[in-house]
């Protein structure tokens, strides 16, 4: 009886994270939300916001959607250019995707 019922309750988490991460793409967990606090010097909030939107729409198409913490603001700049290159996004699109994934390092 313990087994089954532990059982059940990890099937409901499942089921319970599936509905909340599931399909939409715009509340994927790995695209954070960018706030006014996320503004540095360089990097807007506009710049921010428009630089996930960019990111979400252009960089799962190959394969999932990374998590712009996973690699540092230098790594990121190895892997953008070969990345971006493979898109059609334009020099200004670029440098708001590189702003957003960076968090405006
Ligand atoms: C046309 C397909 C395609 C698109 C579009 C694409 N990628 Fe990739 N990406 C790949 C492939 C294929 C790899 C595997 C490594 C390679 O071939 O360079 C990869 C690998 C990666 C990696 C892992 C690199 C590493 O060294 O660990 C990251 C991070 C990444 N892509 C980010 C992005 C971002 C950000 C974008 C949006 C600007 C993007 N990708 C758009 C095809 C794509």
Redesign the pocket.
């Known amino acids: 009886m313990k087994v089954l019922k532990s059982g059940s309750k990890l099937l409901f988490a499942v089921i319970l994270a599936t509905a909340v991460f599931g399909c939409s793409k715009v509340s994927t967990p790995s695209a954070y939300v960018p706030t006014a606090a996320d503004a540095t010097a360089t990097a807007t909030l506009a710049d921010l916001q428009a630089g996930r939107t960019l990111?979400i729409n252009?960089?799962g198409?190959?394969?999932t959607l990374?998590i712009p913490d996973?690699?540092s603001a230098s790594q990121w700049k190895s892997?953008?250019p070969?990345?971006?290159s493979?898109?059609s996004?334009t020099t200004a699109e670029v440098t708001q995707?590189t702003k957003y994934?960076t968090r405006g390092n």
Do not use: K
């Open positions: 990111f252009n960089c198409r190959c394969h990374p996973d690699y892997i953008l070969g990345m971006t493979r898109t996004l995707l994934v």
